[in-house]
Structure formats: structure tokens, C-alpha cells
């Protein structure tokens, strides 16, 4: 009934014939997550998850290994800013902050500053296609940025039964189609990267639950695709695991 209550928030729009199809997440397996991990970002990479975390004063990016949960490397982001989402670039690690209107540039192989730029709004998630890296910003529109400059190229409204999609949070791109977190809520838009129409939503719902990290900032938050192997990872923030789920087209 929440997940429901929730997408009639998200969209306030009269009754379709053809609703938007909406599928709980198939879990496939688990693995353990740092429940001090106030996840902002994740990608996958060479076998390994790549995350970064929020807050003041306790933001990072960090190295994970899945199986364990344990950090591998890590380093931690300027104590005065609340880190966001990031993403891979070659061989860097391009991250956001939230409020302070710039990102960084970091070496992948030893997490070494590298440089910064710039951007107005705030900055929530970034994901890629094979093109552009992709970034929400808390609004209904994503960004798509050059790779090498970093600067908007174009921006792509997102909508959802002709209605607006505000809270877009963690981004990943995954067989064609952009997956998002919708902030506080437990539901994960399926987003024509075209088009910016809401094709279909995720339900996770029952891993929110499973999860019970409590607190009423431990949202799902997190998510992460390996196209070769064709894993599908999501978590949350402080959740203390990290869920396998089939990805959408294998539902």
C-alpha cells in the first residue's frame, strides 16, 4: 500500500488504461554493506563496487569489495562538503558535491585529487551512456554532460503519465534504459533516455524492508550494473546489505 501511496504522489495523473508496469524486485542474492555507509553513488568496476557517501564530515569514495563488504581503499572528501553521486570516466572517478557547485576529478587506481569543475543547482547522482556522463540534480531534468569538459550538452525532462519526476537521486544506465532512485521513496523509475518517459517502475519495497536499517534517511539509495556478468546491484543508505535483483528485462 506505501509503494502504491507513493506513485500516486510521484504522479498525479487521472487513471490509464495502460498503466505503467510496476515490478517488485527479484533478489538473487545478498552480501554484506557497511551500515555506516551513507550511500550516495555506486558503480561497478574490474570486479569491484565503487561507492561514494554523504554527510558533512564523514563523506568518502571508497573501494568495496562485494562478496565481503569490506572497503579496500578509501579516501575521504573535503570535511565541509556532503559528497554525491559519482561515476567512472577511463581512468578516473568524476564525483559531485551536493550544495557547494563544484565536482572532482579523481585518479581510479589510487584515488588521487586530479582536479575540479563547476556546475549551478545542486548535484545528486551521475551516471553514463556511451556518450555522455548523465547527472541528477533533484529536479525532474537530467543533464548530459561532455565527458572531457564536463559541460551541459543537452537536458532531458523527465515525465511519468505526462507529469514531472522531481527527486531523481542515484542514476545507472543499464541495457538502454536509465535507472533512478526516487528519493524517499522506495521505488526505482525505468526512464527512456530518448524520450525522458517513464517506461516502468521498480518496487523494492520488500528490501527496504528486509534491509531495517530504520531512521527515516535509510531510503533505498545505490545502484550498480555489471553488463558482463549481468548483476544488478541495489542498496541504500546505512543499509547493511547490498541486494542482487534481477535487472528489468530479465523479470
Known sequence: MRTLALLAALVAAPA???????DAAKVIATYPHDRGAYTEGLFYRDGSLFESTGMEGRSSIRQVDIKTGTVRRKIA???SEFGEGIVDDGDQIISLTWKNGHGYRWSLGGFKRLGTFNYTGEGWALTKDAHHLIMSDGTPV???LDPKSLRVVKRLKVTADGNPVANLNELEYVDGEILANVWMTDIIARIDPTSGHVIGWIDVSALTKQADAGGGDA???GIAWDAKGRRLFVTGKNWPV???IAPPHAR
Open 242 to 244: 547490498l541486494f542482487e
Open 16 to 22: 490509464l488504461a495502460d498503466p505503467l508496469p510496476l
Open 142 to 144: 537530467l543533464r548530459f
Open 77 to 79: 572528501t573535503p570535511a
Open 219 to 221: 531510503v533505498a539509495n
